[in-house]
């Protein structure tokens, strides 16, 4: 599957409409963005089964505030619309297929269970 570009008028569809989304927010003036490209690209040919797509934060500023980009690039990984994974910066080829591989071995009910009770802890009057 080809890299998909998120606009503000199609992120919430492609996001909430795929199992796993993985997002690399980037901007054409980046170096770094420029050099993690192909890594990206590589990466999302060899795992058909994940959406892989690109938000460039100049174009897309909505979007880059929504989810308080401050570097770039930036990857973020949904999985069932859950962010579980949000890091600056270009990883290498190897790492980045280490964090597909492992969001795919996620047990999003353990994930939405740990999340619930972090959230009660939050919640809950200080003693």
């Known amino acids: 599957m080809a890299v998909v570009e998120l606009t503000k008028e199609n992120f ?3 996001v909430t ?3 796993m989304v993985i997002v690399d927010y980037w901007a054409p003036w980046c170096g770094p963005c420029r050099g993690f ?4 690209e590589k990466v999302a040919e060899a795992n ?3 959406v892989f797509a690109k938000v460039n934060t100049d174009d897309e ?4 505030a929504h989810f308080q980009i401050r570097s770039i690039p930036t990857l973020m990984v949904f999985k069932e619309q ?3 994974f ?3 910066g270009a990883l290498p080829q190897g790492a980045f297929e280490e964090v597909v591989q492992k969001t795919k071995s996620l047990d999003m009910e353990m994930v939405r269970k740990q999340i619930a009770e972090q959230e009660a802890a939050e ?4 003693a």
């Not at 500023?61 to 880059?64: F, L, M, N, T, Y």
């Not at 919640?123 to 200080?126: R, S």
């Open 12 to 14: 919430e569809q492609v």
């Open 17 to 19: 409409g795929n199992p």
């Open 37 to 40: 490209a192909p890594v990206f």
């Open 48 to 50: 058909p089964d994940v």
């Open 61 to 64: 500023q909505e979007i880059a």
């Open 82 to 84: 859950v962010i579980v």
């Open 86 to 88: 949000s890091q600056p």
């Open 123 to 126: 919640g809950a009057p200080q």
